[in-house]
């Protein structure tokens, strides 16, 4: 679908770890932008699915689930958004690993897909939307005007999983956190429907060893040269 947004996207995707939710969260802030973290709706449908227990086989009763969502993401209380389901704080259920690997192996269905395409288009709003995922140049916001790709070495992106997840007091494995880490990547990128991939007019940043206010300063930087805005 070559869709016309109704505000300007800036899509930043990358394998699991590559620092875009905290560079996509800075470079919202410093433009005053909405944010869309699309992994946390495929987290979301993972936990819902978990508790109404359907399989992932169950590709109808996924589709009829994603429908009926009630998601609120409330302003940062620290760094990230509290989330609510159905009125519930799920905002640390939903970042486990459990439920990462769920939402991954959810995420390579079409139906569960399709069924959030709509959802994720919705957050498209002025003055604009920083779009963070897997597919947001390739499928969600193919008109996006900034797309960036970014990655690191899975080692690197395992320690900063690792440190992520023992600031939020979850439990962490370094070692399991390599293994999954390259599953993830594997089942994302081989996957037949909106595969993890840049964009054909992605920028591809290589953030290993690079710190994020360096590469923040960087996207704001591509922000300001093409699409003509004032970043301060
Ligand atoms: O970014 P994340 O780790 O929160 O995403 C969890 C899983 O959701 C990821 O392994 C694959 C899936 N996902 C996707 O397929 N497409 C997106 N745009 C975002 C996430």
Same mark, same amino acid.
């Given at each position: 679908?070559?869709q016309?947004p109704a505000?300007p996207?800036?899509a930043?995707?990358?394998?699991?770890?590559?620092?875009?939710?905290?560079?996509?969260r800075?470079?919202?802030a410093?433009l005053?932008?909405?944010?869309l973290d699309s992994?946390?709706?495929y987290r979301?449908?993972? &936990?819902a699915?978990?508790?109404a227990?359907?399989e *992932?086989?169950?590709a @109808?009763r996924?589709?009829t689930? !994603?429908?009926g $969502?009630?998601?609120?993401?409330?302003p940062p209380?620290a760094?990230?958004?509290?989330? &609510?389901l159905?009125?519930?704080d799920?905002t640390? *259920?939903?970042r486990? @690993?459990e439920?990462g690997?769920l !939402?991954?192996? $959810?995420?390579?269905i079409?139906?569960?897909?399709?069924?959030?395409?709509?959802?994720?288009r919705?957050f498209?709003?002025a003055?604009g939307?920083v779009?963070?995922g897997r597919?947001?140049?390739?499928?969600?916001?193919?008109d996006?005007?900034?797309?960036?790709y970014?990655?690191a070495?899975?080692?690197?992106?395992?320690?900063r999983r690792?440190n992520?997840l023992?600031?939020?007091?979850l439990?962490?494995n370094?070692?399991?956190?390599l293994?999954?880490?390259?599953a993830?990547?594997?089942?994302?990128q081989n996957r037949?429907?909106s595969p993890l991939?840049?964009?054909a007019?992605a920028v591809?940043l290589d953030?290993t060893?690079?710190?994020v206010?360096?590469v923040v300063?960087?996207?704001?930087a591509?922000?300001?040269?093409?699409l003509?805005?004032?970043?301060?």
């Open positions: 679908m070559n016309h505000a996207v800036i930043i995707d990358g394998p699991s770890g590559s620092g875009k939710g905290t560079v996509s800075r470079v919202a410093a005053g932008w909405h944010f992994g946390a709706l979301i449908l993972a &936990l699915s978990k508790q227990q359907v *992932a086989a169950d @109808e996924l589709r689930l !994603a429908a $969502l009630r998601i609120e993401f409330k209380v760094a990230e958004e509290q989330i &609510l159905n009125g519930r799920v640390q *259920a939903v486990s @690993e439920c690997k !939402a991954s192996e $959810l995420a390579v079409p139906q569960v897909r399709e069924s959030l395409k709509n959802l994720q919705s498209c709003r003055p939307l779009a963070d597919d947001m140049g390739t499928v969600i916001f193919p996006a005007g900034l797309k960036i970014l990655t070495s899975p080692g690197e992106r395992a320690q690792y992520q023992k600031e939020k007091g439990n962490a370094l070692p399991a956190l293994r999954d880490i390259a993830r990547d594997a089942r994302d037949a429907v991939k840049p964009a007019e591809v953030t060893g690079t710190d206010e360096q300063a960087t996207v704001l591509m922000a300001r040269s093409r003509g805005l004032k970043t301060g």
